[in-house]
């Protein structure tokens, strides 16, 4: 029986910030023959108490060498305290699939989407080796001096503090009160400033930002496709994805690109644009599952390069979970609620048959809207199914489609309430036979318009109820 490897002197749980990938790691390896190499390091993954992995992207020089001879070293510093410390390593096998592998991968093909680079800035394989030895080493000529923490950070993820997050979530009256609740709560909380959710857009496989916050503009209404940047990365594998010191990992990606170039490898020519920060340097990615089913991403960025401790990730993909919970439980709510509480306010506002007209509310007379707000333009824009107002992009798709046929009937009669039940049951609309998201639509459009043409609005009016607002002069053309 072999005798159990004895203890690390410093265990590797102590190095959590050496595996962030903020300071660039030396690799040195020694082929057969004794000739030594040195190479820098992007990032070293933690595997487990004894284990850690190299990211093998390219066959180079350390490759080869540790495939003579498995035995390597590496050097880390931390980017908390700058101490430096050296691990003797054993190269025990290279993995092309699993978690481990999945979870570098996702990463790596975050800073690649980011880039431009998605498809030629890839993970080959991950590389497991067994740490030896760790020791720490004293300062040297190149690196930070250490510096002594004697009091610990202050945990942010308590119990008391989740069953605080629990409780706002619990008290949202709507799923657009729990958008707005959650990302307060998790700023105010946990003091992550710049977040946004984005959930299932009209087309398979995009997301759509519904809220945010923390940024100059909401930018409500833009959207990602999977596999683009961390958020479509996260939507596209159903997992978390970390990023920490991202402008340096943008950095080493334009050399990647600058040296593919100059070897004739073809490479996109534009950068995916994302909402938030134009230059994060940390992102953290959480799915938002329930039951199986992805109902969007939550991301935190801030532009401090080590924001998102491992226990961050931790628990915020166990706050997602919560949190699509949540969602879902909103949705279901207000659909039951709606289909037994709009029956009466239908019949008030809705003709009884087909031959009744409706009754409008009273208009709010030409002259007087104008002396309010400038006349508007809206165009529907039939094949693209997009609006625009005074030439400028509203929305499309669904949220075009509703918010046209609001219009149309306030121009035509006046109209002025309408219902969620209303909507559904419009074939015009032609929503999704079996999930159409018209709560989450709406939630869109109603903050579209509010950021983007004060002069048109969706004022909630109760349970699957709504008044719309035009305060301009308005007039409405249909292109082709």
């Given at each position: 029986?072999?005798?159990?490897?004895?203890?690390?002197?410093?265990?590797?749980?102590?190095?959590?910030?050496?595996?962030?990938?903020?300071?660039?790691?030396?690799?040195?390896?020694?082929?057969?023959?004794?000739t030594p190499n040195a190479a820098i390091l992007s990032h070293v993954d933690y595997v487990d108490a004894r284990h850690v992995a190299l990211s093998?992207?390219?066959?180079?020089?350390?490759?080869?060498?540790?495939?003579?001879?498995?035995?390597?070293?590496?050097?880390?510093?931390?980017?908390?305290?700058?101490?430096?410390?050296?691990?003797?390593?054993?190269?025990?096998?290279?993995?092309?699939?699993?978690?481990?592998?999945?979870?570098?991968?996702?990463?790596?093909?975050?800073?690649?989407?980011?880039?431009?680079?998605?498809?030629?800035?890839?993970?080959?394989?991950?590389?497991?080796?067994?740490?030896?030895?760790?020791?720490?080493?004293?300062?040297?000529?190149?690196?930070?001096?250490?510096?002594?923490?004697?009091?610990?950070?202050?945990?942010?993820?308590?119990?008391?503090?989740?069953?605080?997050v629990s409780e706002c979530l619990r008290q949202a009256q709507s799923l657009d009160a729990l958008l707005d609740t959650l990302l307060e709560t998790?700023?105010?909380?946990?003091?992550?400033?710049?977040?946004?959710?984005?959930?299932?857009?009209?087309?398979?496989?995009?997301?759509?930002?519904?809220?945010?916050?923390?940024?100059?503009?909401?930018?409500?209404?833009?959207?990602?496709?999977?596999?683009?940047?961390?958020?479509?990365?996260?939507?596209?594998?159903?997992?978390?994805?970390?990023?920490?010191?991202?402008?340096?990992?943008?950095?080493?990606?334009?050399?990647?690109?600058?040296?593919?170039?100059?070897?004739?490898?073809?490479?996109?020519?534009?950068?995916?644009?994302?909402?938030?920060?134009?230059?994060?340097?940390?992102?953290?990615?959480?799915?938002?599952?329930?039951?199986?089913?992805?109902?969007?991403?939550?991301?935190?960025?801030?532009?401090?390069?080590?924001?998102?401790?491992?226990?961050?990730?931790?628990?915020?993909?166990?706050?997602?979970?919560?949190?699509?919970?949540?969602?879902?439980?909103?949705?279901?709510?207000?659909?039951?609620?709606?289909?037994?509480?709009?029956?009466?306010?239908?019949?008030?506002?809705?003709?009884?048959?087909?031959?009744?007209?409706?009754?409008?509310?009273?208009?709010?007379?030409?002259?007087?809207?104008?002396?309010?707000?400038?006349?508007?333009?809206?165009?529907?824009?039939?094949?693209?199914?997009?609006?625009?107002?005074?030439?400028?992009?509203?929305?499309?798709?669904?949220?075009?489609?509703?918010?046209?046929?609001?219009?149309?009937?306030?121009?035509?009669?006046?109209?002025?309430?309408?219902?969620?039940?209303r909507l559904r049951l419009d074939k015009s609309l032609a929503l999704p036979p079996v999930k159409d998201n018209l709560e989450t639509r709406l939630?869109?459009?109603?903050?579209?318009?509010?950021?983007?043409?004060?002069?048109?609005?969706?004022?909630?009016?109760?349970?699957?109820?709504?008044?719309?607002?035009?305060?301009?002069?308005?007039?409405?053309?249909?292109?082709?």
């Amino acid at each position: 029986m072999t005798a159990p490897a004895p203890a690390l002197a410093i265990p590797l749980e102590r190095l959590t910030a050496c595996f962030q990938g903020l300071i660039p790691a030396w690799l040195f390896t020694c082929a057969a023959d004794g000739t030594p190499n040195a190479a820098i390091l992007s990032h070293v993954d933690y595997v487990d108490a004894r284990h850690v992995a190299l990211s093998f992207q390219f066959f180079n020089k350390s490759k080869r060498n540790v495939s003579e001879n498995p035995q390597a070293a590496v050097r880390l510093v931390d980017a908390e305290s700058g101490q430096v410390y050296q691990l003797a390593l054993r190269l025990v096998r290279t993995e092309t699939s699993g978690p481990l592998f999945e979870s570098m991968r996702l990463r790596i093909e975050a800073i690649a989407s980011y880039s431009g680079l998605k498809g030629v800035f890839r993970l080959l394989g991950a590389d497991v080796y067994e740490v030896l030895s760790v020791e720490a080493l004293e300062h040297e000529p190149g690196y930070p001096a250490a510096v002594r923490r004697d009091t610990p950070a202050e945990p942010k993820f308590t119990m008391r503090a989740m069953q605080e997050v629990s409780e706002c979530l619990r008290q949202a009256q709507s799923l657009d009160a729990l958008l707005d609740t959650l990302l307060e709560t998790i700023e105010r909380i946990f003091g992550f400033g710049h977040s946004m959710i984005l959930l299932g857009a009209d087309e398979p496989d995009r997301l759509t930002l519904v809220a945010s916050r923390g940024y100059p503009e909401g930018g409500v209404g833009s959207e990602v496709g999977f596999g683009e940047g961390i958020v479509g990365l996260v939507a596209e594998a159903r997992r978390p994805v970390r990023v920490s010191g991202m402008l340096r990992y943008m950095v080493y990606a334009d050399a990647v690109a600058r040296r593919s170039l100059a070897m004739g490898m073809p490479l996109p020519t534009s950068r995916i644009p994302l909402p938030g920060l134009p230059n994060p340097d940390s992102q953290l990615g959480v799915p938002l599952l329930a039951r199986d089913e992805l109902l969007g991403v939550l991301c935190i960025e801030s532009d401090l390069p080590y924001r998102f401790h491992e226990e961050d990730r931790a628990n915020l993909e166990l706050l997602g979970g919560f949190v699509a919970l949540a969602i879902q439980n909103a949705l279901l709510l207000e659909r039951a609620e709606t289909r037994a509480g709009e029956a009466e306010a239908a019949r008030a506002i809705a003709p009884t048959t087909p031959s009744t007209p409706t009754t409008p509310a009273a208009p709010i007379p030409d002259d007087a809207r104008a002396t309010r707000r400038a006349p508007m333009v809206a165009e529907f824009f039939t094949h693209e199914e997009c609006v625009l107002v005074d030439g400028e992009y509203l929305v499309r798709s669904l949220p075009a489609r509703i918010l046209w046929k609001l219009l149309t009937e306030h121009e035509q009669d006046g109209t002025r309430e309408f219902t969620n039940r209303r909507l559904r049951l419009d074939k015009s609309l032609a929503l999704p036979p079996v999930k159409d998201n018209l709560e989450t639509r709406l939630i869109l459009l109603r903050r579209r318009l509010a950021e983007r043409c004060p002069g048109i609005q969706m004022i909630p009016a109760g349970r699957g109820r709504f008044r719309l607002e035009v305060t301009a002069a308005l007039s409405l053309v249909r292109r082709p």
